[in-house]
């Protein structure tokens, strides 16, 4: 049975999620994606996981964002979808 | 579309779902993911290799060939980046705009004319720019030494606490990317050219296979760093923590070179020229 | 009621892993955007690092990190009950690692698409790559 608190991020990171891939501003989903980054790395130093926690806040909530940023400043910010 | 995707994952989910009823209770020590060969792990690792860090030790050593060729994915992903993106054939730019710095008007110059060198009056601006902050400027150049003094700190202190090779590379990474973000891109690659990045790339898998080649020349298996005894003087577990400590350093060159070469590529879109 | 219960509440958190895999996997079909579907790559992914990586959880047990005692005992024995399983963590920090490398080659497509084609929508490029070959000789 995972505690109060493993389950307030888990919400956190299934709205993050479902908002990423809704939002229809790129800049916005780019954004989203790193906050969701953020949230699972929590998720894993809470279940005693600091390697792997460590790992993904550097590479997903630090390079992933400048690179998401990178590819949409050069392609276009707007999508129909 | 929509319905169809619906659909399959909805079936998808529901197959998943079907199959956690096997599962163990979760958190349970008799789990079976959790007997045969970890308990191995975490009781012999360290009287093995004299490096507290379990899983750091499994990293380099027990699993240390998946590691190499994992860093060998990395570098491929760099060269991979630099053969979609890279544009050498360019044709010069139209216009470029200059900065005369003592009075702020700004040059543009088409084609053809003449272009000032770099100097301290005239200054090469971007196409998108943005006035320089210098808050950001100078706070990004208060920190960055203490970011990558805290990577190397990581580097080399995988054994004992988290951290290791990856991390490390990536943060000392991403403080040359700060340096990019906070001046522009032309001053970062003044300082470490895309040449430099490409063979940092390629020294960091060298090292780690090197390291495995000299332990196969000293007549022990591939990747078996017990053979180092001998060179270091020690025994065969210090040997091992030794061995671990160059791999990581390796991996830890290849993955910032990495991370410097797709961010330059993909920033400026292979142009080398203005970036973020 | 009792025994239809408690399969729910012991196994529940799996049941997210999975709706979160299954989110991803949704935004790679359906969506018509490249970068939407990048994104919902990377959320399949770090989905599934999270599902391995809650395996190895043990219940009172502390990170894989052994503790030193004074140096005196350090003949101590190590019980494995102490430490969480540390073997998925190791296979996962692989995973993240080529999850990036992945990320910035797909990037890279990306940009080189927009490029050549002018558009990021899956429809438009569908459309404008028939155009081309009903133009080309």
Redesign the interface.
Known sequence: MIGLLDLLILMIVIVCGIAAISIKDLLGAAILFSAYSFMMCLLWAIMGAVDVAFTEASVGAGVSTVLFVAAVFHTTRRTKD | ??L???I???G??FL??YG??D?P?????A?P??TH???Y???KS?EQTCV?????A??ADY?GY??MF?TT??F???V??FF??RNYRRKAPEFRLYRHVPTGITFRIEKGGKFPDDSAEFKRIDSLWTPQDIIIETAVRLLIPFIQIFALY?IAHGH?????G??GG??L??SI?LFA?SKDLRSAITRIGEQTSGLLCSTGVFVYVGTGTLCLLLGANFLDYGALAGLFHSTTAMARSHGIMIVEIGVGIS?MA??VC??Y???S?GNMDE?? | MDELLSPILSKYNYWVYITLMMIGLYAMIAKSNLVKKIIGMNILQTAVILFYVSIGAKQGATIPIIRHGHEGAAAHAVRAADYINPLPHVLMLTAIVVSVATLGVALALAIRIYRQYGTLEEDDIATRITGDIRKSP
Not at chain 2, 52 to 56: A, D, F, L, M, Y
């Open positions: 579309m929509r169809f995707a619906l399959i994952v909805s998808c989910g998943l779902i956690t009823a599962f209770r979760w958190a349970d020590p789990a993911a959790c060969v970890s308990d792990y975490i009781e360290e507290p860090n379990i899983v750091t499994i990293l699993r998946d590691t994992e994915v990395i491929g992903a760099g991979a980046c979609l993106l990581v004992h606490s988290p951290g290791g990856f991390q990536v943060i990474g991403a990317i973000i993955v990495v991370m797709l961010y590529i993909i920033s879109a970036g973020l």
